[in-house]
């Protein structure tokens, strides 16, 4: 059973910046397609990003285009998510998710998940 752990996250104001880190126990990241989703307050899941095996190819949401930056270190069996230039409409839990066939922008196609980051961006 793969178990994805989260770390980093937090509060920042606007316009800070925050990293995300995802690893695995149990499991070599390498073999799986891996995805970042944020759930607001109140409303559903959703895509962030998305990142291939090898790291060849990443995956952002129009909504955090240009300010996040998803990768990937098999070496170091992780993966990171780093957020630059937060707004308030950021807040929300992140969740790692984990797939071992290819990856897209539906929670639905991931088979496995993190526990689950808050962060908060205060105006």
């Known amino acids: 059973q793969v178990q994805l752990v989260q770390s980093g996250g937090g509060s920042v104001q606007a316009g800070g910046s925050l990293r995300l880190s995802c690893s695995a126990s149990?499991?070599?990241?390498?073999?799986?397609?891996m995805g970042w989703f944020r759930q607001p307050r109140g409303k559903e899941r959703e895509f962030v990003a998305a990142i291939s095996w090898n790291g060849g190819s990443t995956y952002h949401a129009d909504s955090v285009q240009g300010r996040f930056f998803i990768s990937r270190d098999n070496a170091q069996n992780t993966v990171t998510l780093q957020m630059d230039n937060l707004t308030p409409e950021d807040t929300a839990v992140y969740y790692c998710?984990?797939?071992?066939?290819?990856?897209?922008?539906?929670?639905?196609?991931?088979?496995?998940w993190g526990q689950g980051t808050q962060v908060t961006v205060s105006s």
């Open positions: 149990g499991a070599t990241l390498s073999n799986y397609f």
């Open positions: 998710a984990a797939t071992r066939k290819y990856g897209d922008s539906r929670a639905a196609a991931y088979e496995f």
